[in-house]
């Protein structure tokens, strides 16, 4: 069974920093891609950023030039610093990975929460 745990979230300023990270563990075979995703309340959940192995990462472009994504594949760790944040990224941040594994497939971390005051 595969986890992913997310730590990082907390209350800042406009303009303030936050580093998000992930630890997948468990019975993983290969990491194919990982990413964050955050929910807003009232809101779908959105792609922030995503990274799959080999390729460069993806940003939404709300986040485009504040946010960047980053991966230690050795420790099966995926990482999101956040800069300039704005009011309008507070939400409810999410760790995803496509993993092979037993079950292969989508994993989910609990979410972590971020809020960014004005």
């Known amino acids: 069974q595969v986890q992913l745990v997310e730590s990082g979230g907390g209350l800042v300023q406009t303009g303030g920093s936050l580093r998000l990270s992930c630890t997948a563990s468990?019975?993983?075979?290969?990491?194919?891609?990982m990413g964050w995703y955050r929910q807003a309340p009232g809101k779908l959940r959105e792609l922030v950023a995503t990274?799959?192995?080999?390729?460069?990462?993806k940003y939404a472009d709300s986040v485009k030039g504040r946010f960047t994504i980053s991966t230690d594949n050795a420790k099966n760790m995926v990482y999101l610093q956040m800069n300039s944040l704005k009011p309008e990224d507070t939400a409810v941040y999410y760790c995803?990975?496509?993993?092979?594994?037993?079950?292969?497939?989508?994993?989910w971390g609990q979410g972590t929460q971020v809020t960014v005051s004005s």
């Open positions: 995803h990975a496509d993993i092979t594994s037993w079950p292969s497939g989508d994993y």
């Open positions: 990274i799959a192995r080999g390729s460069s990462p």
């Open positions: 468990g019975t993983i075979f290969r990491i194919n891609t």
